[in-house]
């Protein structure tokens, strides 16, 4: 069972298994067709294409952030519609970087499936390696799949103020330095970030190529991030809800579990403008 990261020689040995579903996770937030056209011209073989903004999210309202949750009943049908239920080993993956598959991991741990995991270095990692490739579609048998949502996994932006306001969390934001300093805001309307929040960029948890990093290594960068703050107190946020599940799964690799996620993320904070803005590293 794997529930963190799978590697691709690991992936490419479980092919043909009739207990292995594969997602497809690409995506280009500035070219929201470009993942579902790449799917179309080469995916890894039994993969089904998983839209971020189709599949992975919910409506976007005028109060909520870019990527909202999904409703669990709807996420819960489309899931069974690929043929995933809890029995089945799930594997996601994007172009690379793992930033959107970790969300679809994300969302399948807060329904209650724990065979799920996401490949490490993603389809750039998969071709490197020369492994197979096909454009044919695929589809597995339509099953049930019965959601177990965590409410405790997630925090709704007045819960993180609250939270915050009474010191009970440690808020951690996944995007770039000059994102969360405000000094370069090219995708929300507001720049900055939450007061109070910390900053650790998912690409922080990558090496050089594309990889997550060793658990050891993992670990330590997350202990320099939170210092004394205990890891089951952190609080992932992001942009949009999306990177800040990179985050949640890094520190799962580090041995460091029990964070939640504020899906709304700074998209969301900002959509009251009577809410503080802090700037600045």
């Given amino acids: 069972m794997y529930q963190t990261l799978i590697q691709p020689a690991e992936l490419a040995s479980l092919l043909g298994d009739s207990e292995l579903a594969i997602l497809d996770c690409r995506f280009d937030l500035m070219r929201p067709g470009w993942g579902e056209s790449e799917y179309a011209a080469a995916h890894i073989p039994g993969a089904q294409y998983a839209h971020l903004e189709r599949d992975l999210s919910g409506p976007v309202g005028p109060h909520t952030g870019r990527h909202p949750l999904p409703d669990p009943q709807q996420l819960a049908a489309t899931l069974g519609r690929w043929g995933i239920d809890h029995t089945v080993q799930v594997i996601a993956y994007d172009q690379g970087n793992g930033a959107f598959a970790a969300r679809a991991w994300w969302l399948l741990r807060w329904l209650g499936a724990r065979r799920v995991a996401v490949l490490d270095g993603g389809f750039a990692a998969w071709r490197a390696a020369g492994l197979p490739v096909t454009s044919e579609p695929a589809s597995r048998a339509p099953c049930t799949f019965v959601p177990q949502p ?132």
Wanted: glycine share 12%; net charge neutral.
């Fill in 150 to 281: 965590d409410t405790r996994a997630v925090l709704s932006t007045s819960e993180v103020e609250q939270a915050l306001a009474r010191g009970e969390i440690e808020l951690v934001d996944a995007r770039a330095a000059d994102r969360f300093a405000g000094e370069n805001e090219t995708i929300d309307p507001v720049a900055g970030h939450v007061p109070g929040a910390r900053n650790h960029p998912y690409a922080h948890n990558l090496g050089a190529d594309g990889r997550f990093l060793p658990p050891g290594e993992l670990r330590r960068r997350w202990l320099q991030t939170l210092g004394s703050a205990e890891a089951r107190r952190v609080v992932a946020m992001c942009g949009s809800g999306v990177t800040a599940c990179h985050n949640l799964l890094a520190l799962e690799i580090a041995g460091l579990p029990g964070g939640r996620l504020y899906a709304g993320s700074w998209s969301e904070w900002i959509r009251d403008p009577a809410r503080p803005v802090a700037r600045g590293l």
